[in-house]
């Protein structure tokens, strides 16, 4: 995703990452390749060492890690699982300094298996995950119906953010990921293509465990692209890829969708457990997301003016893409977002607070659907009648376009172009 150098756009983890480094001898920055880790590490760190790009730094820690601790604090090491010994030499560190705040900043696009040699860091180093750019974070959000405002409940109110169905395909086309910012749809479609395949080709080989077939983690991304948003099955999946090259096993699916998910490529939305009444049959699948849209997109080889057409396909899209950005806010504010699901009853979104507030979301890319979302959520709230969770703080429909209201069943529609942290 190289090109020229950008001005930076502020992101919900700057702020998160200050509050980790006053808080931490050390912070960790985990998130799939792209999404602007060294970015904002960088604007918190006084000395660095980049070990995906320095040979000479990563050969050096390879011998002796505890050199690449040496610079001005908070020393960021980038893309730290390349030396993986660095990691008990930091935690060691942190401990030698008697815990001091802030020593250490380390990067990681992929999670490294834990092993005998390597402590786990609990109370020395800090994870903060980092995911693509929300609408709020790359502009294209007015802001006017924040998450924290839907788990306080009461009414909402917003204007037309401007965007049609073409905004949208475009938005889900070319994703969050600073490094495309400015490029054309076609730009971004042909890099995010090479995305895809250095995943499949490098990025996978760089894991410790079983090796992967190339070809077949492509037909993989491209089955999870055809199922997003679903709680799609690895015995689908495997029926998926199959169909080329003879029979592939569920395990050999199950090791493919273990080793996206430890790069961040993949990140799948659990189901959510609320304390209901003991006759409820919730589904506890998980729905399959990528950490982005667009890669579902360039996957799929689609585009914008196919989507426009495809409605279905656009609108799971546009499930991903608003599940993304809730992430993205609810983190920000120490919550978690699930999904829920049962025979006639669902959810696309439950954000859940700590404190136990919790708030729906359905998603559906055109106003006229709004009325469909809302008689699921009506659902759900009957459900939740008598049981120890509690009611919703807020039920809410998100839409692609149109404005922000509550309706005067009390259920809120709000506009994705409106949604903010």
């Known amino acids: 995703m190289d090109q020229e ?15 980790a480094l006053r808080a931490s001898g050390a912070v960790l920055i985990e998130g799939a ?15 660095r060492v980049l070990l995906d790009v320095d040979d000479a ?12 601790l040496e610079g001005d604090q908070p020393r960021l090491i980038d893309e730290w699982q390349l030396v993986p010994h660095v990691w ?44 693509p750019m929300t609408l709020a974070e790359m502009g294209r959000s007015s802001g006017d119906i924040s998450l924290d405002a839907l788990l306080h409940g009461g009414p909402i109110r917003a204007g037309d953010p401007g965007l049609d169905v073409h905004d949208i395909a475009e938005l889900v086309s070319i994703g969050g990921w600073p490094a495309l910012r400015g490029r054309t749809v076609n730009e971004a479609l042909t890099i995010l293509g090479g995305y895809l395949r250095e995943t499949a080709r490098v990025d996978l080989r760089r894991l410790n465990g079983p090796r992967h077939d190339a070809e077949n983690v492509l037909r993989t ?19 998926d890829i199959s169909a080329g090259d003879g029979p592939i096993d569920r395990e050999t699916v199950k090791s493919y969708l273990d080793a996206l998910t430890r790069i961040y490529v993949l990140e799948d939305l659990p189901a959510w457990a609320p304390t209901l009444r003991a006759n409820a049959r ?16 360039a996957a799929m080889g689609t585009d914008p003016d196919r989507l426009v057409f495809e409605v279905d396909t656009l609108g799971l899209l546009f499930e991903s893409v608003v599940v993304r950005d809730l992430r993205v806010y609810a983190q920000a504010m120490d919550a978690q977002v699930m999904h829920y699901l049962e025979p006639r009853i669902e959810a696309d979104a439950i954000v859940e607070c700590r404190d136990g507030r919790w708030a729906a979301f359905e998603m559906k890319l ?10 699921s959520l009506r659902a759900l709230a009957d459900r939740m009648v008598g049981s120890r969770q509690g009611p919703a703080q807020s ?12 309706r005067p069943d009390g259920i809120n529609v709000v506009p994705v172009g409106a949604l903010a942290p």
């Not at 390749?33 to 000395?47: I, P, W, Y």
């Not at 730094?57 to 690449?68: I, K, V």
């Not at 039920?395 to 509550?406: P, Q, S």
């Open 282 to 297: 919730a589904r506890t699948s998980p729905k399959r997301h990528l950490v982005d849209p667009s890669l579902a997109v």
């Open 395 to 406: 039920l809410n429909v998100i839409t692609g376009w149109g404005y922000g209201y509550t």
């Open 57 to 68: 730094a990563r050969e050096a820690g390879l011998l002796d890690a505890s050199l690449l």
């Open 366 to 375: 055109g106003p006229a659907e709004v009325e469909e979302g809302a008689a």
């Open 221 to 239: 991304l491209r089955s999870l692209a055809r199922h997003v948003a679903t709680p799609i099955k690895s015995q689908t999946i495997a029926k």
């Open 88 to 131: 008990n030499q930091v935690r060691r560190a942190v401990d030698a300094s008697g815990g001091r705040p802030g020593s250490f900043i380390l990067t990681g696009s992929a999670e490294a298996r834990e092993d005998h040699t390597r402590h786990s860091g609990a109370l020395r180093i800090l994870r903060l995950m980092m995911r």
């Open 33 to 47: 390749r792209g999404c602007g880790k060294t970015e904002t590490a960088l604007r918190q760190s006084a000395s």
């Open 5 to 19: 150098p950008l001005d930076y756009l502020p992101r919900l983890a700057d702020a998160e990452l200050a509050t």
